[in-house]
């Protein structure tokens, strides 16, 4: 299983700024999947983003207000644009692995936009 | 659209008690996981189901994948304050671009 170590941690922002936030697996990974979760509550699928290719975005989310790389295949950033105060809320990164498969998961940025 | 109901949405218990928490869909699933996750971590897997009526222990926890593999069960027998987390079931078919369906979560408080 590929291990992903994501940051920042935390941040706390002002409103119209931009995040990037970054994920590194220490293996590659053919797929990764940014997530956005409200604190105690479920995941919500914003793209899933493979090596060489534009990433995927689910109904709702926008490439311009998220774009996303991924320049190899342990690596990917999520960039939150334009911030406003509805965009508080943890993000996560994901990738498949294992057998049966699993997802695993990096510890999760939560961001606070003021 | 494939949807997967989870409830209930909060449960607090006092330490020793039992509790189910129930998955539900209307659609079939080739696969059903249930991951936990504590406050500042990405969720972590528990179990994977695969075969219908199939039924699988981890310690004090026991998990339930229907027959007709469209619903699931999480049982957890005297449950202690250890337990608390957000549970989530998740619902996987191969053929849907590998993306796992997620239910809602149910918020686990155990008060000892």
């Known amino acids: 299983s590929a291990v992903i170590s994501q940051k920042p941690s935390r941040d706390i922002c002002q409103r119209g700024t931009s995040l990037t936030i970054q994920c590194q697996v220490d293996s590659q990974v053919t797929m990764m999947f940014w997530y956005r979760q409200q604190p105690g509550q479920s995941l919500t699928l914003i793209a899933t983003a493979n090596q060489g290719s534009e990433a995927t975005y689910e109904s709702g989310f926008v490439i311009d207000k998220f774009p996303i790389s991924r320049p190899n295949l342990t690596f990917s950033t999520l960039t939150v644009s334009n911030m406003s105060p509805e965009d508080s809320s943890i993000y996560l990164c994901s990738h498949f692995g294992g057998d049966p498969f699993e997802a695993f998961f990096g510890q999760g940025t939560r961001l606070t936009v003021v | 659209t494939q949807l997967l109901e989870q409830s209930p949405q909060f449960l607090s218990i006092q330490e020793g008690e039992n509790l189910t928490v129930y998955c539900n869909s209307s659609s079939v699933f080739s696969s059903l996981q249930w991951y936990r996750q504590e406050p500042g971590e990405g969720p972590v897997l528990l179990v994977t189901?695969?075969?219908g009526g199939e039924v699988k222990k981890l310690k004090r926890l026991t998990f339930q994948f229907g027959d007709a593999r469209k619903d699931s069960s999480l049982h957890i027998t005297a449950a202690q304050p250890g337990d608390t987390g957000l549970y989530l079931c998740a619902g996987f078919n191969a053929g849907n671009n590998r993306k796992l369906i997620w239910g809602l979560g149910t918020s686990l408080a155990v008060n000892p």
């Open positions: 189901v695969v075969t």
